[in-house]
């Protein structure tokens, strides 16, 4: 891979809180265009890292370059103008408002050609509103509370407000968790469906290794804030410190002979 | 400056501290345990102040020595609590756990607002004076200046609620209970915690506390309307200059306002509240969460 | 212009002649009543600053200090320049809060919730303490203000308090109209959003210290109007109007009228004010009695205030129309 078409690298990322190792040497380079998924039991750092790059944290050494450019000082909000978008774990939402309203705000935030003191209802807005959610599948919720959601809606509301700026990178921390086995897929296609319009670097949070295998060209498979695995799904799958530490499919007695070797 | 103005001011400065301190120990505790921040404090310490009158006059009256009258006070700051603090906690504030922190501030200021009145229509509007308990103690030299020996004892009383508070609070099983509910009220409740009683308790040392700087401090000043409100102010500035919930904050921010009160007092009169305020906006500035406290990120 | 622009406009300006029409009549009928609602309006401009700060998730317990502010200086204005322009006074009075508001919010912006608000407690309480010792400018007697005019037109004393009342009546309308444009506007969604979750706003690359500054400052400048305005119907000022006790009245306003309606706040003033009189007439020693018990009943029973009382009955009949739509549909 070439260093011109790389948009965003971690070098030597460390992050402690206190005892626990949330980061440790994350070193990784993320081509334009790549579709990312970061793997890893509960507390392995992927959060802690997404947390990072977008700007909430900030780590205790080394640097994050986004298109060439040093940005780790910068803040969540710094990044979002420059294309650093993100959904969360557990959505953020404007929970009294309706799925349309929290959409008008991203899009008013965002400031396309639009003035902050024109009405909020204007055509224009709406429009734009209307044809996010359509793009999402959401028309039937425009006007519901978002506190009365089901959550695979939420989870696709978070991700249709992160895509309001049009982001080069766009960070997903678990676009599937609390939706239902049948639903991951349907919601996956969604997600990668409104995606295909842009030309969008992704990097995505997954518990589930077939939705890893199937939307993924490359795996980072983290423990205890290191990276330990970094390569095709289907290698990564196989590795064994991958199945003994994140996948939990390595047999019991591999991992013996393993120790015991 | 000469050293006996620095040791008139340094004396001053901490026998102010003192009560403050007790005040604002009670309010940080209620603020710990219940997160509300109680606008009423200041009233309470009125009506403490207010009882403590009362019930001193009734020790020459029952023909009583007047030492007495140390122990009229403590039983009239009893009083006050063990009536305002289940009506308040139980038959109003209750009422409000969980809604909006500022909602709850409104809801002390409408309770600080009827006491006022309350306390007016009990005791009128003319001064009370109890000096009497003021001669207990005779006089006391430090470097050739004397001081009144009941004022010094005000600083005995604080250090004494300090660590009773803080010797409850870590070193009982019903202030390890107190610790579990600040620090998850709700799982508290599923370990079979009544965490209502908890609420009641606290609140209730917490008023006992106002009512007992209120009670003590009335040998001072001249119990009169308008105490309650002076009193509010000042320990907000406290607390926030400690950190809320804070007991050493409730303990650093007192001896600062006190020292800073006293210091304005003697060198510029005119600045007096404004001195204590400036000292607050600084440390606000410098420690957003006051002195004793530490900022979280929130895990997202 | 947008629907809806208009339609805010139009209110505004129906307003403006209900008001007008509604003077005329007090002044022939019952003239007190013209002193009471220019106060309310006074009271009702600052709480009009609460409320859009409470739409950006924030409440102060010190708007004393712009109210205070611009009583001050339109006061001075008027005692030491001689000014007694009634239009101008509200113009110096609005910048002088305004501009006061907009140094201090950047020292203010980081903190929430009871936080924010004792902060601006204190700042109320230093500018009080400031000017009780201020002997310069009346120290804690404060000072007393000459008539106002009125565009170099100087009323007899009958119509004095008509004239004030009216000049208050279109500050409040305009007030509240620029202020509802203000809300429905894109900008005041996102300060909506503010309220709900700052994190998302952050993350969707818009500042909440810039929502804060600005609601700040826009408080400010009601403050200052309404400071002005009272400062001229009483004829008197002094440094009570930046006392704690004083903001507090103005947050009972802003939660008895609710963040949603801007004309709630008027009206909640004006009950207020009422009930003022009311009380100083029948109990004029347990005002504040009357005033704590009434604000937890509003909070008991009203929590979301007056302003989402309406919102209620809009909302039933909303929702009576969709059933009954859908029952036509069943059918
Ligand atoms: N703000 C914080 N303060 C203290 N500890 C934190 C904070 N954020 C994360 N941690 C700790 O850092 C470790 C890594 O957390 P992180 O949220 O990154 O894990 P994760 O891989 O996203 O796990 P999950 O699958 O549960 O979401 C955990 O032990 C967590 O408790
Ligand atoms: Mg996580």
Known sequence: MSDAAIILEARDVQKRFGAVVAAQDINIKVGLGEKLSLIGANGAGKTTFMNIVTGYLKPDAGSIHFDGLDVTKLNPRQLTRRGVCRSFQIPQLYEPMTALENLLVAIGTSNQAFSLLRPARDAAVLDQGHALLKRFGLEGYAERKVSELPGGVRKLLDIAMALVRRPKVLLLDEPTSGVSVDEKFPLMETVMEALSEEEVTVIFVEHDMEIVTRYSDRVLAFYQGQVIADDDPGEVLADKAVQKYVTGTAKADAVEEEAGA | MEFADILTILVDGVVYASWLFIVALGLTLIFGVLQILNLAHGSLYAVGAYAAASFTMLVPYFGLPPAFSLLAMLIAALAVALVLAPILERGLLRLFYGRDEVLILLVTYAVFLVLEDVTKLVWGVQPYYVFEPRNLFGNVEIGQLFYVGYDLMLIVLAAICGLAVWLGLNKTTTGKVVLAVIHNPDVSACMGVRVNWIYLLAFFVGVFLAALAGAYTAPLISVQPGISVNVIILSFAVVIIGGLGSIPGAAIGALVVGIARAAAVYEFPEAEIFIIYLVMAIVLVFRPEGLFQRTQARKI | ?331
């Open chain 3, 1 to 331: 212009m947008h629907a809806s622009t208009k339609r805010t406009c139009l209110a505004g300006l129906i307003a403006v002649i209900l008001l007008v029409l509604a003077g005329f009549v007090f002044q022939h009928w019952q003239t007190w009543i013209l002193f009471t609602a220019t106060k309310a309006i006074g009271y009702g401009l600052v709480a009009l600053g609460i409320i859009t700060l409470m739409r950006g998730g924030l409440v102060s317990f010190g708007q004393g200090l712009v109210y205070c502010t611009g009583a001050y200086a339109s006061g001075l204005m008027a005692t030491r320049l001689g000014v007694t322009d009634a239009p101008v006074l509200l113009v110096v009075g609005m910048l002088a809060s305004a501009l006061l508001a907009l140094i201090v919010s950047p020292l203010i912006a980081r903190y929430r919730g009871i936080f924010f608000a004792m902060l601006t407690v204190a700042l109320s309480m230093v500018l009080y303490g400031v000017l009780v010792k201020m002997n310069a400018i009346g120290g804690s007697d404060g000072f007393t203000l000459p008539e106002p005019t009125f565009l170099g037109w100087q009323p007899s004393v009958d119509y004095a308090d008509l004239a004030l009342y009216l000049l208050a009546a279109v500050v409040a309308v305009v007030a509240s109209t620029a202020t509802r444009l203000y809300y429905d506007s894109m900008a005041g969604l996102v300060a909506l959003a503010v309220r709900e979750n700052e994190l998302r706003v952050e993350y969707l690359g818009s500042s909440v210290f810039k929502v804060t500054v600005r609601h700040f400052t826009i408080a400010g400048a009601l403050g200052g109007l309404g400071g002005t305005l009272n400062g001229m119907a009483l004829g008197h000022i002094d440094p009570l109007f930046s006392f704690w006790t004083t903001s507090g009245e103005f947050v009972f306003i802003a939660v008895l009228a609710g963040y949603i309606s801007v004309s709630a706040v008027f009206l909640s003033a004006m009950i207020l004010e009422l009930v003022r009189s009311f009380s100083n007439l029948y109990f004029p020693e347990t005002w504040q009695l009357i005033l704590g018990g009434f604000l937890i009943v509003v909070i008991v029973f009203l929590p979301g205030g007056i302003g989402s009382f309406w919102e209620r009955v809009k909302e039933g009949r909303a929702a009576r129309a969709q059933a009954e739509q859908e029952e036509g549909a069943g059918s």
